[in-house]
T-cell receptor, first 113, second 115 residues
Framework: ETGVTQTPRHLVMGMTNKKSLKCEQHLGHNAMYWYKQSAKKPLELMFVYSLEERVENNSVPSRFSPECPNSSHLFLHLHTLQPEDSALYLC????????????FGPGTRLTVL | AQSVAQPEDQVNVAEGNPLTVKCTYSVSGNPYLFWYVQYPNRGLQFLLKYITGDNLVKGSYGFEAEFNKSQTSFHLKKPSALVSDSALYFCAVRDMTGGYNKLIFGAGTRLAVHP
């Protein structure tokens, strides 16, 4: 997990709160990803950024708002979440368009009360 | 659309025995396949990948995978399982739909290695 860091590792929030998840990669990659991992469900790709431009939004509700200010940093802004949004949120990075694998961070365990 | 399937939710094996975790794929074009492992409360760690070349791919921690084009399979294997191999394993396929690189993951297989 070295190379991609995520903060916080755990987050508990109420449905009316606003919070942000942060991801940072030190690998020189130019693509970054947000995934949602819920119990007993496949990994869901939420957002893809290439060269700081969003290239895919997999019909994610607007209560999730991504931000990629530069190629090393990725944020996921959260507001008015629902209890079903409780999950492990994983960030990943990779080279764009190459054959390289994606490198994942340790994830943020989010609980929405 | 590209997809992978992991037909087993869980695989149980005794320590020291060989293990196999199954994955089948459906792709248009050449498949680019990956295996990842996830330990509790951790992110996914890359194990190995198949891009082209030898059908037997060697990866981290003594794991290997066999690419079989006729059976559209990419099974993960290890000759002798360790208790520490107990984890969640994901197969994935590269998808270039839309002109950009993303991975499509299977549902995962939980491997339990018993002493």
């Amino acid at each position: 997990e070295t190379g991609v860091t995520q903060t916080p590792r755990h987050l508990v929030m109420g449905m009316t709160n606003k919070k942000s998840l942060k991801c940072e990669q030190h690998l020189g990659h130019n693509a970054m990803y947000w995934y949602k991992q819920s119990a007993k469900k496949p990994l869901e790709l939420m957002f893809v950024y290439s060269l700081e431009e969003r290239v895919e939004n997999n019909s994610v509700p607007s209560r999730f708002s991504p931000e990629c200010p530069n190629s090393s940093h990725l944020f996921l802004h959260l507001h008015t979440l629902q209890p079903e949004d409780s999950a492990l949120y994983l960030c990943a990075s990779s080279s764009w368009g190459g054959w390289d694998e994606q490198f994942f961070g340790p994830g943020t365990r989010l609980t929405v009360l | 659309a590209q997809s992978v399937a992991q037909p087993e939710d869980q695989v149980n094996v005794a320590e020291g025995n060989p293990l196999t975790v199954k994955c089948t794929y459906s792709v248009s074009g050449n498949p680019y396949l990956f295996w990842y492992v996830q330990y509790p409360n951790r992110g996914l760690q890359f194990l190995l990948k198949y891009i082209t070349g030898d059908n037997l791919v060697k990866g981290s921690y003594g794991f290997e995978a066999e690419f079989n084009k006729s059976q559209t399979s990419f099974h993960l294997k290890k000759p002798s399982a360790l208790v520490s191999d107990s984890a969640l394993y994901f197969c994935a396929v590269r998808d270039m739909t839309g002109g950009y690189n993303k991975l499509i993951f299977g549902a995962g297989t939980r491997l339990a290695v018993h002493p």
